[in-house]
Every structure is written in structure tokens, then in C-alpha cells.
């Protein structure tokens, strides 16, 4: 049974270029919650959705970043014109859908480097 | 103030020894707390819930002070493979998401 699927793990953008996160949640999850660590900081809530909504994005920046969890196939977190302050690891949990904050289970994480 | 604070130590303990993590939160409608487990570069997991009982599991034991505002966990019989950073976590206002601390370091030596 796979875990949350994260990719790329890494990924090195220049400023001004655009990053896209991918997670698969489990299997039989329908719930997917992002969250982000800057570097020596606890990770903040941005986002969570449901398939093909958005459930409350109180928590992303109000420009250049867009969520979005289609029917089919992964989640996915879209930085626009990236900045060196975008550096920090993106984690994705996902949940079943009555499973809220005790079930959330995370994947490995991908790690953005702005240069 | 931080919705979760922890201090970020790190605590360096020999192998054997008893430490205990403390933790405040400042939402004091909170009502799911946890602790969870974040090795270097990797992804936090749940090591256990807190409830208002307190509860054990192994040489784990979580007690949570709501009148304090205060969760705390104790790690009995430190092994090395213990050594990581331990995140203190609440629900937020929304039911679904979490808060979480920065973190305690916790380096268990030989």
C-alpha cells in the first residue's frame, strides 16, 4: 500500500520561473492538504482541497501561488515566478475523508531551491 | 504570540537517560493535540496523540494541561535512534488543519 506520493523531491528553479508540486495521495484518500516549511520553521497550513475543489486556501500567498486537485490524477502546487523566498520544503498530506486532523499522513516532501 | 511554542533546544542526552519536551499553545479552543516525529530532511509522522487523560505508548508518555495551555512529553530509556526533532502539533480554528511548533531537537549519544 503506497504512501503520499511526492514529486519531483528535488527541484532548483531560477527566479522568475515557474514551480509545479505534484502529490498522489493514498489509495481510497480523497482529502489533500498542503503545508510548507521555511528553513528553520515549523510547517504552516496552506491550503487543502477535495477533488475538484478548493476547501479553504487561508493559508497560501494571494499571488503566484494556485492549488488545484483534479478529478483524475495528482495535486498539484504551482509557484509562479518564483523567488528566493519561495526556498522551503512543500509537504502534502492526505487524509480519508473522515479523517481531518487524526489521519492526515504526509509525504517525503519536495525541497525547492531558488537560485 | 505563536500559535505553538517549543523550545528549540537541542537537548543532548546520553542513552538511557529520561527527557521530557514541553510545549504552550495560545488557542485555547483547541481540541486535538499531538506529537509528531521529524528526522533530518524528511517528513514529519505521527508518533501519538495527546489526550486530556494523558496517555502512554512504550516509554512514551503525553500529558496535556488545558487550564496551562501546556502539552508535554516524556521519553523514557533514551535510545539513539530517538535522536530527531519533535513537533508539537494543534488543530486550528478550521478543525482541519495543523499547527504546528518549530520543533525540539533531541540528540541522543552513545
Known amino acids: 500500500n503506497a504512501g503520499v506520493m511526492q514529486n519531483p523531491r528535488h527541484l532548483v528553479r531560477r527566479r522568475g520561473q515557474e514551480a509545479r508540486l505534484r502529490c498522489s495521495p493514498m489509495?481510497?484518500?480523497?482529502?489533500v492538504y498542503w503545508y510548507r516549511q521555511l528553513p528553520e520553521e515549523g510547517l504552516k497550513f496552506m491550503v487543502y482541497?477535495?477533488?475538484?475543489?478548493?476547501?479553504?486556501e487561508s493559508g497560501m500567498p494571494k499571488e503566484r501561488f494556485s492549488a488545484e486537485f483534479p478529478k483524475e490524477g495528482p495535486s498539484i502546487l504551482r509557484i509562479q515566478q518564483v523567488v528566493r523566498g519561495d526556498s522551503a520544503a512543500y509537504f502534502c498530506?492526505?487524509?480519508?475523508?473522515?479523517?481531518?486532523?487524526?489521519?492526515?499522513?504526509f509525504g517525503p516532501g519536495t525541497r525547492l531551491t531558488v537560485t | 504570540r505563536k500559535e505553538v511554542e517549543q523550545d528549540p533546544g537541542p537537548f543532548n542526552v546520553p542513552e538511557g537517560a529520561t527527557v521530557a519536551f514541553n510545549c504552550t499553545y495560545s488557542n485555547s479552543a483547541s481540541q486535538s493535540f499531538f506529537w509528531y516525529r521529524q528526522d533530518c530532511r524528511k517528513e514529519p509522522k505521527l508518533l501519538m496523540s495527546?489526550?486530556?487523560s494523558g496517555n502512554e505508548d512504550g516509554r512514551f508518555t503525553a500529558q496535556l494541561n488545558r487550564a496551562s495551555q501546556y502539552i508535554s512529553l516524556l521519553i523514557r530509556d533514551s535510545k539513539l535512534s530517538d535522536s530527531a526533532t519533535y513537533l508539537c502539533v494543534v488543530n486550528s480554528n478550521s478543525g482541519y488543519a495543523l499547527n504546528f511548533g518549530k520543533g525540539t531537537s533531541l540528540l541522543v549519544t552513545p
Open positions: 482541497l477535495q477533488k475538484e475543489n478548493i476547501i479553504d
Open positions: 495527546v489526550y486530556s
Open positions: 489509495k481510497g484518500h480523497s482529502h
Open positions: 498530506a492526505s487524509s480519508p475523508p473522515a479523517g481531518g486532523v487524526y489521519e492526515q499522513y
